[in-house]
């Protein structure tokens, strides 16, 4: 009986949430993505743009966080192991409240504190440095065994790119975790299938994901990346997990909300031109 009423509960939980307010806000880190990179002349649009809606549905509805104390007890902490996707992770924190937006519209240039790739030293909110591929996930599982040693209630959220996912310290890690049985610990993997080189599967395949994450001892559930109620759920569901890490397989598109970038592998690192910016800015209703 206890039972359905917890998953009454959940269903009830899910259907309260206002996915339009989630979207609307996602739209505005799009926004300010492209306006940032325009601004630098440099950065990755691509993955940022995949991993807009994955980082809305963590900082708008599932972590526990205070952007008025970022360094609060018992919070729950992110690490964006695909560091080069950071102008999304800078604008999601500006948009929660870390600072105001304006301020990571000096990226990349020199002084700023707004680096191409997270300095955890520099800007409130970001939990780790990162940039060498595999490495942030490797230091998320050190921080879920940490808290599971502490006894912390907070949960360790990492973010991957699938290419990132060819890296063999990303593998060394997932074992780590599910030997330590790290039920505090969710890895969500931006799965949009492209990487600076084309193809992820032409470079190196690492597909099946799911079967791979499960035969290491993983608990896999598979999303549609730009699904505000998929995403969501998925988080929820990995919240119930006992005894082993949650693998999150999100299905995304490299570029998404812009149309020319979709899909499209020349877009991992290069910022648009002024026609491109304005084309952008139209599809996305951003201030030109």
Known sequence: MNLCLHKQEQEE????RNY??????ARKIRVDVIRAIHEAGSGHPGGSLSATDILTALYFDTMNINPENPKMEGRDKFVLSKGHAVPALYATLAERGFYDVEEMMTLRKIGSHFQGHPNMHKVPGLEM??????????????MATAGKMDGNPGRVYALCGDG??????????????????????????????????????????????SGKFQTFGWHVINVD?????????????????????????????KGHGVSFMEDQAGW?????????FRQAMEELGGVQ
Do not use: C, M, Y
């Open 225 to 253: 990346g730009h699904s505000f109620p998929e995403i969501l759920a998925a988080l929820d569901e990995a919240k119930t997990v006992k005894g082993q890490p949650t693998a999150i397989i999100a299905k995304t598109h």
């Open 20 to 25: 339009d307010e989630l979207k609307e806000t």
């Open 164 to 209: 990132e996912l060819q890296e063999g310290i990303i593998w060394e890690a997932a074992l780590s975790a599910a030997h330590r049985n790290l039920d505090n610990l969710v890895l969500i993997v931006d799965w949009n299938g492209l990487q600076i080189d084309g193809k992820v599967d032409d470079v190196k395949k690492v597909t099946p994901l």
């Open 268 to 276: 991992h690192g290069k910022a648009p031109n002024d026609e491109q």
């Open 129 to 142: 440095s990162t940039g060498s591929l595999g490495q942030g996930f490797s230091v998320a599982v050190g």
């Open 13 to 16: 939980v899910v259907s309260n």
